[in-house]
Structures are given as structure tokens and as C-alpha cells.
């Protein structure tokens, strides 16, 4: 995913990359800015625009939020969708859950079939946090440290978290 990021940040000039932060196990928790001059908390808010927050990989084992988000930023980068940077900034964070990511293993999900080399680690316990323990829940909060470089670019009008299921209520 860093690669990914990377390689889009360098070949197009309206991608923004940066870091939310760092885990406990030293991993970049990296965010993507496009739509803004830049990824700083002043650029993005002195755009005026509407910030859309996507955030994928809550939960290590579940792919497909992390998936759609660079899709997303691929064909946003790509010129495509132009018009929606006339009147947003998004903030993508592709993997939240950087050190969950990071951690395959076949038994990770319980029955969860596939995929074949296993899965990434659904909880996070040894993140450092101040709010309740599920990533899950808090993700959008600001209340978790990983969010306040978020909140920092201003409160997202519309935010979007790729789980693997259907969203539950807090």
C-alpha cells in the first residue's frame, strides 16, 4: 500500500502524501490529500472546500475498504472525477490499521475462508489510544490520537469507513 502511495504521489502533481502518525510498531499510518494545494492542516482548510474523509483497513483482515480506497484515489489522480475537486478535498487513509495490516496469519479471522496466505489482524490492542478499544467504533472519532491529524485539516463534512460488513451502530 505505502508503494502504491508513493508512486501515485509521484506521478501526479494534485496527490499529497503524508502521515496521520505513527503505530507502536513504528509504521507510517499514511494519508493522501488531493484536492488542496497541499496536505498541510492549512492548505486543505484554506480551500474552503468540503472534506471528504475515507478510511479503509479499520480491521486488518478486511480488504476490500483498503482496495476501493486507492481505486479511488487512482482514478481521482487520474483525472477523473475532476469535477468533484472543484468543490471537495479528499482525505484517504487506505490503511488505519497499519500494524493490524501488517500481521497475516491463517487464524486470524476465525472461519473466514480465504484469502490463502491469511489474513491481517482484526484487533489492534496494543495501539495507544484514549478512547474505548474497537478501531471499529472510534475510527471517526477524534477522541483517537490517529484521527486528531484529520481533525486537524477540519472537522470532514462526509466521511466513509470500508468495513468488510455492514456498518453497526456505535
Known amino acids: 500500500v505505502i508503494a502504491f502511495l508513493e508512486a501515485i504521489d509521484n506521478a501526479s502533481d494534485s496527490v499529497h502524501l503524508t502521515r496521520m502518525g ?13 484536492g488542496a494545494p497541499g ?10 472546500k468540503l472534506r471528504v474523509y475515507i478510511q479503509g483497513n479499520i480491521h486488518g483482515g478486511e480488504v476490500e475498504g483498503k482496495e476501493s480506497a486507492q481505486m479511488l484515489l487512482r ?14 478535498v479528499f482525505l484517504i487513509a487506505p490503511i488505519y490499521n497499519a500494524d493490524g495490516n501488517e500481521r497475516f496469519a491463517l487464524n ?10 491469511g489474513q491481517g489482524q482484526r484487533g489492534a490492542p496494543h495501539v495507544e489510544r484514549v478512547g474505548p478499544p474497537d478501531l471499529g467504533r472510534v475510527g471517526h472519532r477524534v477522541e483517537h490520537l490517529w484521527s486528531a491529524t484529520v481533525d486537524e485539516r477540519g472537522d470532514p463534512g462526509v466521511g466513509r469507513r470500508g468495513r468488510g460488513g455492514p456498518s453497526r451502530a456505535p
Open 75 to 88: 482514478d481521482l489522480a487520474a483525472g477523473r472525477h475532476d469535477d468533484w475537486l472543484q468543490s471537495m
Open 39 to 48: 496536505a498541510s492542516p492549512q492548505a486543505v482548510a484554506g480551500t474552503g
Open 108 to 117: 486470524n479471522r476465525g472461519p473466514q475462508y480465504g484469502p490463502m496466505g
Open 22 to 34: 505513527t503505530t507502536n510498531e513504528q509504521r507510517a499510518i499514511p494519508l493522501a490529500v488531493i
